[in-house]
């Protein structure tokens, strides 16, 4: 049998890939799942709109050499079946050159570790010219010209991706720069709700600080904790060695939320559209507001939450894709949700349906009656 080795056209590929399904917001998250792997602290993005346009992402993470970003340039640098660190949120070793290159023509990353400066990148058109795979190493001059490189001198160790030629994004816009600012806005709305629990530091997690030039992403909460109701202890669900935990939640009745609040979830369409299991690989949000046909969405239970953590090692068991915006329950997970879902939609509904309590209690026979409420004290005529 003869064996024949049959490469990608890297023209065609790359692409085709670009048609993934990539939004702005959840091709930036892709990117910084790479930062907080790589131990950052702090991620700063920018972004330029007017002539030469561009956005950068910039890190204090570990930073690579030379033959790091190489491979991390590398299309399929890692097989998703490759055992992972247990904090690595990274899948295909494909999110960094497919998220960036949804959005734009030229990808460059410059990393400095050790005091070392390098530089790689993949612009479409060069790869299109040379009908093969070019991958250019940029040199000290090049490097010195891009923008970022101040703020990455800043840090000991870090990295900084640079996206330029936004060929798709500037496709039927009449202001790119109106356009561009509308997309980061709902960017940062995503952000602080992906990664909220890195945001805001929970226990036993680093906090990552995020801002958008210069201003600080600030962490949504979906489930109001602390003034909240666990119905339920956490619920430990093990499969292949690994554990899932869930944590059911129901949030205060509207009357009990203030403006703020209430905003923060959505207002009162928002409450009922994003009902449901909160998916969480890593910390990191994965899936939100759906019930995966456990339960039908209803006005009666828009305050039931339930927040699901799953190890990076059931990734394929989850069917999780390149994009990380899809994960499906097995089997025996969901079997396990039953009657977590049975327990929590039931509570919602006692939560949204109470309608306060009569408070008179002797024999006489009052005028007015006196009610308890979540809106306080009620006076109603007594009929």
């Known amino acids: 049998m003869k064996e024949i080795d049959l490469p990608p056209y890297a023209p065609v590929l790359m692409e085709s890939t670009r048609a993934l399904g990539y939004s702005l917001e959840a091709a930036i998250a892709d990117l910084l799942d790479n930062s907080i792997s790589a131990g950052a602290t702090e991620i700063r993005i920018e972004f330029w709109p007017l002539e030469d346009p561009y956005l950068i992402i910039i890190d204090n993470g570990n930073g690579m050499a030379p033959d790091e970003i190489t491979k991390a340039m590398q299309y399929g640098s890692q097989s998703p079946l490759d055992e992972r660190d247990a904090n690595d949120m990274g899948r295909f070793g494909l999110g960094l050159k497919t998220a960036s290159l949804s959005q734009c023509r ?226 025996v997970v969901r079997r396990n949700l039953v009657r977590i879902v049975n327990r929590i939609a039931e509570g919602s509904k006692r939560t949204w349906t109470f309608r306060g309590r009569r408070e008179t209690r002797d024999d006489v026979g009052h005028t007015w009656e006196r009610y308890k409420s979540r809106e306080g004290i009620q006076y109603l005529i007594n009929r």
Request: hydrophobic residues 40%; proline residues 5%; glycine residues 6%.
């Open 106 to 331: 030229s990808l460059t990353v410059v990393s400095s570790k050790d005091s070392v400066f390098s530089a790689r990148q993949w612009d479409l058109d060069v790869v299109k010219e040379k009908q093969k795979w070019t991958l250019l190493a940029l040199d000290d001059d090049q490097i010195a010209e891009l923008p970022g490189i101040d703020q990455l001198m800043e840090y000991d160790n870090g990295t900084v991706v640079v996206w330029k030629k936004f060929d798709r994004m500037a496709a039927g816009t009449v202001s790119f720069e109106d356009a561009f600012g509308r997309k980061i806005d709902d960017v940062r709305i995503h952000l602080s709700l992906v990664f909220h629990r890195y945001l805001s530091g929970e226990p036993g997690l680093k906090r990552v600080a995020m801002y958008i030039n210069n201003a600080p992403v600030i962490p949504l909460d979906p489930f109001l904790t602390g003034k909240s109701e666990q119905i339920m202890d956490i619920e430990p669900i093990n499969i292949n060695g690994s554990r899932i935990t869930a944590i059911p939640y129901i949030l205060p009745h509207v009357s009990r939320l203030s403006k703020e609040e209430l905003q923060t979830l959505g207002g009162e369409e928002g409450l009922r559209r994003n009902q449901g299991f909160y998916v969480y690989r890593n910390k990191r949000l994965l899936v939100w507001g759906t019930w995966f046909r456990l339960l039908r969405q209803d006005e009666l239970y828009k305050l039931a939450r339930v927040r699901i953590d799953i190890p990076n090692s059931l990734d394929e068991l989850w069917k999780l894709d390149i994009r990380k915006s899809t994960a499906v329950p097995p089997e």
